[in-house]
Each structure stands twice: as structure tokens, then as C-alpha cells.
């Protein structure tokens, strides 16, 4: 059986339209036992959307209400960990699929355990750029050897795969880096679906430079090199004195300045964000 872990935010617009498509795919299978919304603290008439729904199909809707605002990631981690079923599908919350093939889903992942499948659009991997952009910056991210993972919010596993993977405390929630840091391997199964433009953006330029900044500070700064910079510095200043190479002091200081206010900013944000959002999620979450 497969639950549906859907996080939503300030959905009020087509939460609606979302929601009867998604029952019109619970009524054509058998496979899926319930969907899951994850509302993360909307500030309109999401949850209220949801909560009348869920009175008319008890057995098929549950609502996680979120105290506060977490973000997409850590909203649908907490969905997972109240999936009961085997599988687990995430999707996000303004996405159409004009049809999915559950049968196929279930033989590739059952292949292996540990696989992680992508559901991707067939245009997906016809921008070869963008696609090489975010498979290195997974593969950076995740310190694995070899990645092919594109990255998707509409991701199918089997919900086992994330028992007792929460010894140490989780800083900071980047889904797809997760996985792969846990070992998980990917394939892809390409499905026609639309994904709708609303006024609001999931995310602006900022928020999307700034995931991207604390990805890299929480899973693969090392702290380890700061040492090593006032022994660099002093070594370029010996030459630059001995030997007048004033060119390559030039060219020196510039990365070891830069890479100062990394490690600086870095700490400075890992100080602020020293709370464990796996036992704050679980604090903050009601079910409705």
C-alpha cells in the first residue's frame, strides 16, 4: 500500500482542484491507502480547505497541522514519519499527474530496498544544462561517489528505508541530500504532469540562493582547513618579502579572504541553528 505525503503552504488558490484530482486517483486504485497534507502554519484558508475534506473522506485525508513555519523539506520529513503503509509518495502540492503507473513504481523499487525513484517530465532532462548544474551540485553536496539523482519533489521509496536514521540530530533538512548521504540509490521514471504558475512563487531568488548557501555550510564546509589559513598567509608574506612575488600575494589573498568569511559565516549560522528540527518538527506537528 502507498501513502501520498503532500506539504502545503498559503495553497488556498488550487488546494481545491489538488485535492479532487487527488481523490479522483484513490477511487481508480487500489494501491493507495490515504493522503497525507502537511499545512506548514499557512496564514490563509489552507487548512480550513483541507479540514472540510477531511470530514467528507475520513478514512482517505489526514491533516498534519505545523505550529510553525518550517519549510517544504522538514514539512514533508514529518509527513513521512506518520506514513504507516509500505511506500511513500511525495509530491508537491500544486502537481497534476495525468496518470501514474503505481504497479511500475512498486517493481522498481522493490528491486532494491534502498532505491530512491524520481518521478520526472519528460521535458526534464532535455534542459542538459540545468540538469549537469543540479546532479553536481547533488553529487558535491552528498559527498557521494557517483550520483545521478536530478532532484524532484516527487520522489517514491519504501518508507523502511528511514528507520533508525535519526541518531544524531538534523540541523538542517535537505531531502534529496539526505537521502543520498544515507545511502539511497536513484533511478528515474518519467511521467507527463503539470505543474501549475501562481501568483506566488514556492520560492524567490533569495530563498533559492540561500538553500543553496546552507547546503553547503551544514554538509560540506570544512572547518578543518581554517587552521591552515594564518599559515598560508604567513607563507605568502615571507615571499612576498624574500623574494618581492607581490603578484602572488595578490592572486593569494583574495580566496583566503573569501574563504575566512565562509568559515565565519558558517559558524556564525551553525551557532543560530543548533536546534534538533527532527524533535521540533515532532513538538510543533498536531494531527487534525
Known amino acids: 500500500m502507498i501513502t501520498i505525503v503532500i506539504p502545503t503552504y498559503n495553497s488556498e488558490k488550487h488546494i481545491d482542484q489538488i485535492v479532487e484530482k487527488l481523490l479522483l486517483l484513490l477511487r481508480s486504485t487500489m494501491l493507495i491507502k490515504e493522503v497525507i497534507f502537511v499545512n506548514d502554519c499557512s496564514n490563509d484558508q489552507t487548512l480550513s480547505r483541507l479540514q472540510l475534506y477531511k470530514n467528507k473522506y475520513p478514512d482517505k485525508i489526514r491533516i498534519i497541522h505545523l505550529k510553525r513555519n518550517f519549510g517544504q523539506h522538514p514539512a514533508t520529513l514529518i509527513g513521512m514519519l506518520y506514513v504507516k503503509t509500505e511506500y511513500c509518495l511525495t509530491m508537491d502540492d500544486d502537481v497534476l499527474f495525468d496518470e501514474l503507473d503505481l504497479d511500475k513504481l512498486i ?19 532535455k ?76 520560492y524567490s531568488n533569495f530563498q533559492r540562493l540561500r538553500l543553496m548557501f546552507y547546503s553547503i555550510v551544514f554538509y560540506r564546509t570544512h572547518t578543518k582547513i581554517t587552521p591552515l589559513i594564518p599559515v598560508l598567509t604567513c ?26 568569511c565562509v568559515i565565519s559565516i558558517s559558524k556564525y549560522i551553525k551557532g543560530k541553528n543548533k536546534e534538533d528540527l527532527v524533535e521540533a518538527l515532532k513538538i510543533n506537528a498536531l494531527e487534525i
Open 235 to 260: 607563507i605568502f608574506f615571507i615571499l612576498w618579502i624574500l623574494y618581492h612575488w607581490w603578484w602572488l600575494t595578490v592572486i593569494a589573498v583574495f580566496p583566503i579572504l573569501a574563504w575566512i
Open 107 to 125: 517493481i522498481q523499487t522493490s528491486i532494491t530496498p534502498s532505491r530512491l525513484i524520481y518521478i520526472t517530465r519528460p521535458t526534464d532532462k
Open 127 to 202: 534542459k542538459k544544462f540545468k540538469f549537469f548544474i543540479i546532479t553536481r551540485l547533488l553529487k558535491y553536496l552528498s559527498n557521494t561517489k557517483s550520483v545521478s539523482a536530478f532532484g524532484s519533489s516527487q520522489r517514491f521509496f519504501n518508507i523502511s528505508f528511514l528507520q533508525n536514521k535519526f541518531h544524531n540530530p538534523l540541523h538542517y533538512i535537505y531531502l534529496d541530500v539526505l537521502f543520498l548521504k544515507w545511502g539511497m540509490e536513484t533511478a528515474y521514471i518519467e511521467n507527463n504532469y503539470s505543474k501549475h504558475s501562481y501568483d506566488h512563487m514556492r
